[in-house]
């Protein structure tokens, strides 16, 4: 019984992350696009500075 009570809570905490995820998702790709960008430009400060030596 207390499996099966497990299961069903397991079941709708799942749920609701998918649906809260479903609902922020343009929120989060903007913030991993902005990290990629931070990255990227601190990648090529990095390159710049190898060339340069």
């Known amino acids: 019984m207390?499996?099966?009570?497990?299961?069903l809570l397991?079941?709708?905490s799942a749920r609701a992350e998918d649906n809260l995820?479903?609902?922020f998702a343009?929120?989060?790709?903007?913030?991993r696009t902005r990290d990629a960008e931070a990255g990227l430009a601190a990648a090529k400060?990095?390159?710049a500075s190898l060339i340069v030596r």
Do not use: E, F, H, P
Request: aromatic share 0%; net charge neutral.
């Open 2 to 7: 207390l499996s099966l009570i497990k299961t």
């Open 10 to 12: 397991d079941g709708a």
């Open 21 to 23: 995820k479903d609902r």
């Open 26 to 31: 343009i929120d989060l790709l903007a913030q």
């Open 45 to 47: 400060q990095t390159l």
